[in-house]
């Protein structure tokens, strides 16, 4: 699933960018990707399927982030 997400963003993401340019002026077309990004970002990170992830391996149960060795 998260996969699928990721190519719909890929696809849809430029073309969002290119309706939004034909639409505004370039710099409206650049604000709305900057807007748009850290929501995005910041949305999935907090989702449930993120957040309720587990580590793989038993030997990184203690770890908070994957980060660190």
Do not use: N
């Not at 990170?45 to 203690?62: E, H, N, T």
């Amino acid at each position: 699933m998260e996969t699928s997400l990721f190519e719909l963003v890929f696809v849809a993401g430029p073309l969002l960018v290119a309706v939004a340019r034909l639409l505004a002026a370039p710099a409206a077309a650049i604000a709305g990707s900057a807007v748009t990004t850290p929501v995005g970002t910041l949305l999935l990170a907090r989702s449930p399927v993120v957040c309720d992830r587990r580590p793989a391996s038993p030997c990184l149960q203690g770890c908070t982030s994957f980060l660190r060795l």
